[in-house]
Each structure stands twice: as structure tokens, then as C-alpha cells.
């Protein structure tokens, strides 16, 4: 992986959001059917949130999980809004790599919202960065360790 090539290189632009104004009940039927842990909020194309998994789950503290017993009230009267974090880092896709490197080795993010004309074109976390090191494919064939089973 070239650490100076553009974020546009790395980050995921196919992208699932919410509104600020959706209830929980959306969220968590998000996070359910994607494997993916951050959700961006968007109000017009305009980031202005975004939700992780790990604060969803520690926001409701499991209640998600107990659906069955009829306890969605609250999950249906709570906004996206109430729960996403608004303080964000955000990048432009022609950004590099290593820009990126740098704010996540200084702060607590895992995801970066990429931005074009102020609107969210796309996002890269800490595991797309992993991904493109492990996909990077070595200048001598050598340097390859073989299955060692």
C-alpha cells in the first residue's frame, strides 16, 4: 500500500445512512443486516454524524436484544440524532493515505467520513487500511511466507 496515494484509493463509497431523524429500530436493523460497524447520519447528502456499533450497543445497553420481550418503546422514540457522534475528522477523496494514518494513530476514531463539495461521498476506517496492507502484494515473490500447515 502507497501510504501517499488519495483515501479515494481505500475508502468505501457504496455507502448505507441514516437520517438524523430515524428512530433506533433503524439503526439496529441496519447494524443486523450489514456486517460493516459504522453508520454514517446524513441530512441532504451533508454528514452530520456518525453512529459506531459499539456506542449503539453500549447506548441501549443490549435492550436491542431483548426485543422479544416487547421493550421497543424506546428504541422507536430515540433518534439517530440523540445518539451519533458529531464531532468529526473528515477527509476529501484526494486526501492520502497517510493523512488518514495520522488521525487515527492520534484519536480515538475508527472512521473517517469522506467528503466532496460538503457532501459525503464515501468513508474509510481502520480496517480498510488493514485490508489494503493485506492485499498489497510484495516486490519479490519470496518474501512470501507458504502455508505452513
Known sequence: ??????????????????NPEDNLLAVKKIFESHAFH???VVRFRKIVGIISKTDFEHFTGGMHR???TGNTAF???????DIMTKGLGKLEPEDRINVALEIFSKN????????????????VTTQD???AILNE?????????ENLD
Do not use: C, Q
Open 1 to 18: 500500500m502507497n501510504a501517499y496515494a488519495p483515501i479515494s484509493t481505500i475508502m468505501v463509497s457504496d455507502l448505507v445512512t441514516v
Open 38 to 40: 459504522h453508520l454514517p
Open 66 to 68: 431483548r426485543d422479544e
Open 75 to 81: 428504541m422507536e422514540h430515540t433518534k439517530a440524532e
Open 108 to 123: 480515538w476514531f475508527h472512521a473517517l467520513p469522506v467528503v466532496k463539495n460538503d457532501e459525503l461521498v464515501g468513508i
Open 129 to 131: 487500511v488493514i485490508r
Open 137 to 145: 502484494k510484495p516486490k519479490e515473490p519470496h518474501m512470501v511466507y
